[in-house]
């Protein structure tokens, strides 16, 4: 079964403190793996595609990073206002299923 | 400005009256979805429309019914909403159903009571 692990679920840093992101996942035939942005009350916000291992994105203070079986979104020197949850998805070849993760729900303080 | 706008944003209502929750989009997208978010379950897939006239059921359509009669529009329908349908929708498109990025609305607040 196609399964995608976020972890940690929340994540506490001081603004300026970097850290990472991770997204494990099991998937036969990855098409593509997807990083989203969440504000509270509001949509998701796409933020990357990465299609292939050894695979990196950036934008911003954000760069995520692919390997075969797990995807990390680092975050250098943090804003507060790059508190969110953030998303991490997959679909599959197979049928084109995406599947979500359930999400980190960063904070950065001041 | 490409958008999915959904309405009603937030809504109270009581259990067994049928409302419907629309959705469009202005990117002239083929493939729409539903995705209702609850507290450690994250984004379920209700229904996807690939165009005008198809549609299919994703995880969790029991108690949903959607229709895709023009390509903009994809309303969900809950024909007799029962409390455990109480959670946040969104409505998302993207060009097609492989990979593309997805927009979703904004969300709808549903409290069934």
């Known amino acids: 079964e196609d399964q995608v692990t976020q972890s940690p679920e929340a994540l506490r840093l001081q603004e300026g403190e970097s850290s990472s992101l991770n997204c494990s996942y099991t998937?036969?035939?990855?098409?593509?793996l997807f990083w989203y942005r969440q504000d509270p009350g509001k949509g998701p916000e796409f933020l990357f595609t990465?299609?292939?291992a050894g695979e990196e994105k950036e934008k911003e203070r954000l760069k995520a990073t692919l390997t075969k079986k797990e995807s990390f979104l680092h975050i250098t020197a943090p804003k507060p206002e790059d508190s969110a949850t953030y998303l991490c998805a997959v679909q599959a070849y197979r049928d084109d299923k995406i599947i979500f993760g359930k999400g980190t729900r960063l904070h950065i303080l001041p | 400005e490409a958008q999915v706008t959904q309405n009603p944003r937030y809504l109270i209502t009581v259990t067994g009256k049928k409302l419907t929750v629309t959705c469009s989009q202005n990117m002239n997208h083929e493939y729409m979805s539903w995705y209702r978010q609850d507290p450690g379950l994250g984004l379920r897939q209700i229904y996807y429309?690939?165009?005008?006239?198809?549609?299919d059921k994703g995880d969790v359509p029991e108690g949903y019914k959607v229709s895709r009669k023009e390509k903009r529009n994809f309303p969900l329908i809950l024909e007799s909403p029962s409390p455990n349908q109480t959670s946040l929708y969104f409505c998302a498109s993207s060009l097609s159903r492989s990979v593309n990025t997805i927009y979703f609305g904004e969300g709808s607040w549903l409290t069934v009571v």
């Open positions: 429309s690939m165009n005008v006239e198809v549609t």
């Open positions: 998937v036969s035939g990855l098409r593509g």
């Open positions: 990465l299609y292939s």
